[in-house]
């Protein structure tokens, strides 16, 4: 299976990084990359080949688009007519099938992927949806690529791709958010700013390999540490004052609506 990536970025990176540590071969990677440093950059990192435009004549099975959505209309309807066969997947965030498919001459092999930012390191989390004109094997194929950075899960519907940016997608920005606040706090406790950090840090990590591989569910797990009338109960007590959970709810339902006005901004590109 040959792989050409258009766009040589961080996502593409990534990929390529995570199909290379899981045996993939490097001949059949390449990367078109139209900035020169860039492109010299992947090559030396990977030892793949990069080239500045894309040609579909030798074997392309696989095209990932992994280009900022906004460079996306003009970069698809530049693009040779692509081989019928060829699977495309999109990694750009609210860009929709049909617009993609439009762009591309009506071409109907398309999947849509959403990796988030912890695929950098191998534990990235990828919503995946496909149209039915794409056959269970190209699904297959599709699931394996995005496999090599981390989990994957797919949706039925294409709205829900909406809600896979919201909750995965934008996700790691509210836990890093959470971590800046515990630092926060921790200064504020009068630690100095790196064990301030350190605590924050390595609680939020421990906290989510604990519950990653716990069969018992985080509810059960903070049960099981907030004992009647003791020091988690204090601060939970005040987070539910402060409306924690309506909180996270309401944020994720504006993520939600934001990734449906962005695909109706964007696919509107003609
Ligand atoms: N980064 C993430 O964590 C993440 C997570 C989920 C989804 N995504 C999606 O992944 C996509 C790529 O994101 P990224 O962060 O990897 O972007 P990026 O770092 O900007 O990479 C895109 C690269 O493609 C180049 N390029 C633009 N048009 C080109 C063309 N026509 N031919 C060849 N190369 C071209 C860009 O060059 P210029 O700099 O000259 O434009 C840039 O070097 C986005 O659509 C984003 O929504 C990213």
Known sequence: MNITFLGGGNMASALVAGLIDGGVARETLTVIERVPETATALAAR????????FDPKPACDVLILALKPQQMPAALKALPPLPAACLVISVAAGLRVAALSGWLRGHAQVVRAMPNTPALIGRGLTGLY?????????????????????RTVWVENEAQMDAITAVSGSGPAY?????????????????????????????????????????????????????????????????????????????????????????DELGAAK
């Open 175 to 263: 836990l890093f958010h959470f971590i800046e606040a515990m630092e926060a706090a921790a200064l504020h406790q009068g630690f100095t700013p790196s064990v301030a950090r350190l605590l924050a840090l390595e609680t939020t990590v421990g906290a989510a390999l604990l519950a990653a591989q716990s069969p018992e569910a985080p509810a059960l797990l903070r049960a099981r540490v907030t004992s009647p009338g003791g020091t988690t109960e204090a601060a939970l007590k005040v987070l539910n004052e402060k409306a924690w959970l309506p909180a996270m709810d309401a944020a994720i339902e504006a993520a939600c609506h934001r990734a449906h006005t962005l695909g």
């Open 46 to 53: 990977f030892g793949i080949a990069t080239a500045p435009v």
């Open 130 to 150: 496909a149209s039915e004109a794409v056959q269970a094997q190209e699904r297959q194929k599709a699931e394996t690529i995005l496999a090599a950075v981390g």
